[in-house]
């Protein structure tokens, strides 16, 4: 078996939105955030980011792509440099200046025009394959299969024939696995997905991953995780870290805010209710954490939800 079907056999991947736009006046976002994978490819014209991670540039032309890993704050310029400087919270309040939906596909060369898709691929479906294993965002060149298939997404999403949610299932699933295919013919960071995966493959942690994200709306101490794994609690903390990378704390506030996330996007429950729903018994706690960890208000996401 090659090195990544171990990988790609433990994978779970699901999408999360499609647009094709136009971008009608330079602009540049300072402080990007997404809870989910970002894929974005530039059909006409150029796009500069910044991954904050890496304190590395990079300048993307037509035909290029851009991953963008979920929970990553990124730079991202459109057009000219130092036009439009912007906060995430001030693009999302006046985006229609700066950015126009391609409805019938058909791409302007005058302009810049992307393609981008959100998407989660969670490995054992508990922990995110790319921020978990510390792989920091990156430029794709030459991914000609990448650029089909996501050109294929967008065309099911706009048209919503009959059975588009099966075939843009399908499509995104193939679109990760030619990620990382790409990632593994090119050697970027294979050793790290390899030694990762393998930590991540202890029983007991698996357990622990499938409680916590079962049970995201109760009291989840390191003390109750222990006992149902059962280690020490004086150790547990230690042993999640070792594994993970991160310590179970985090972790659960994490997928917390990630559930939240999928709710507020998804539903129209209200902001108390999907609090309650994830864990947080103060509303108000729940919203300046929420703030803290993605730049803008719960509220907003909504919003964010419906264009970018």
Same mark, same amino acid.
């Given at each position: 078996?090659?090195?990544?079907?171990?990988?790609?056999?433990?994978?779970?991947?699901?999408?999360?939105?499609?647009?094709?736009?136009?971008?009608?006046?330079?602009?540049?976002?300072?402080?990007?955030?997404?809870?989910?994978?970002?894929?974005?490819?530039?059909?006409?014209?150029?796009?500069?980011?910044?991954?904050?991670?890496?304190?590395?540039?990079?300048?993307?032309?037509?035909?290029?792509?851009?991953?963008?890993?979920?929970?990553?704050?990124?730079?991202?310029?459109?057009?000219?440099?130092?036009?439009?400087?912007?906060?995430?919270?001030?693009?999302?309040?006046?985006?229609?200046?700066?950015?126009?939906?391609?409805?019938?596909?058909?791409?302007?060369?005058?302009?810049? +025009?992307? &393609?981008?898709? =959100?998407? $989660?691929? %969670?490995?054992? !479906?508990? *922990?995110?394959?790319?921020?978990?294993?510390?792989?920091?965002?990156?430029?794709?060149?030459?991914?000609?299969?990448?650029?089909?298939?996501?050109?294929?997404?967008?065309?099911?999403?706009?048209?919503?024939?009959?059975?588009?949610?099966?075939?843009?299932?399908?499509?995104?699933?193939?679109?990760?696995?030619?990620?990382?295919?790409?990632?593994?013919?090119?050697?970027?960071?294979?050793?790290?997905?390899?030694?990762?995966?393998?930590?991540?493959?202890?029983?007991?942690?698996?357990?622990?991953? +499938?409680? &916590?994200?079962? =049970?995201? $709306?109760? %009291?989840?101490? !390191?003390? *109750?995780?222990?006992?149902?794994?059962?280690?020490?609690?004086?150790?547990?903390?230690?042993?999640?870290?070792?594994?993970?990378?991160?310590?179970?704390?985090?972790?659960?506030?994490?997928?917390?805010?990630?559930?939240?996330?999928?709710?507020?996007?998804?539903?129209?429950?209200?902001?108390?209710?999907?609090?309650?729903?994830?864990?947080?018994?103060?509303?108000?706690?729940?919203?300046?954490?929420?703030?803290?960890?993605?730049?803008?208000?719960?509220?907003?996401?909504?919003?964010?939800?419906?264009?970018?």
């Amino acid at each position: 078996m090659h090195t990544i079907d171990h990988i790609i056999d433990s994978i779970d991947v699901r999408f999360g939105k499609t647009k094709a736009m136009k971008i009608v006046q330079d602009f540049t976002i300072e402080n990007f955030y997404e809870t989910e994978n970002v894929l974005i490819f530039v059909k006409t014209g150029s796009a500069h980011f910044f991954c904050k991670k890496q304190n590395k540039a990079f300048r993307l032309k037509k035909g290029d792509i851009y991953l963008i890993i979920g929970g990553t704050l990124t730079s991202i310029t459109y057009g000219k440099k130092n036009e439009n400087i912007m906060s995430n919270e001030h693009f999302l309040d006046n985006r229609w200046q700066y950015v126009q939906l391609i409805n019938d596909l058909v791409y302007d060369d005058q302009h810049t +025009n992307i &393609i981008y898709i =959100n998407f $989660d691929v %969670k490995i054992f !479906n508990a *922990i995110n394959l790319f921020a978990s294993f510390n792989i920091p965002s990156f430029q794709l060149k030459n991914a000609v299969k990448m650029k089909d298939i996501l050109q294929k997404i967008t065309e099911e999403k706009k048209y919503e024939r009959e059975g588009y949610e099966k075939i843009v299932s399908n499509y995104t699933e193939i679109l990760v696995i030619e990620l990382l295919r790409f990632m593994f013919y090119n050697q970027m960071f294979v050793d790290k997905l390899m030694k990762k995966k393998e930590n991540l493959q202890h029983p007991k942690l698996i357990d622990m991953f +499938n409680y &916590i994200n079962n =049970n995201l $709306d109760k %009291k989840l101490s !390191n003390k *109750i995780i222990a006992q149902i794994v059962n280690v020490s609690e004086d150790y547990i903390g230690q042993y999640f870290k070792m594994l993970v990378g991160i310590n179970p704390q985090d972790y659960i506030e994490y997928q917390r805010m990630e559930k939240a996330v999928h709710l507020l996007r998804s539903t129209k429950k209200s902001i108390q209710s999907i609090a309650e729903e994830v864990g947080f018994k103060d509303t108000a706690y729940f919203c300046r954490r929420f703030k803290m960890m993605f730049s803008i208000p719960a509220s907003k996401i909504r919003i964010k939800n419906r264009v970018i």
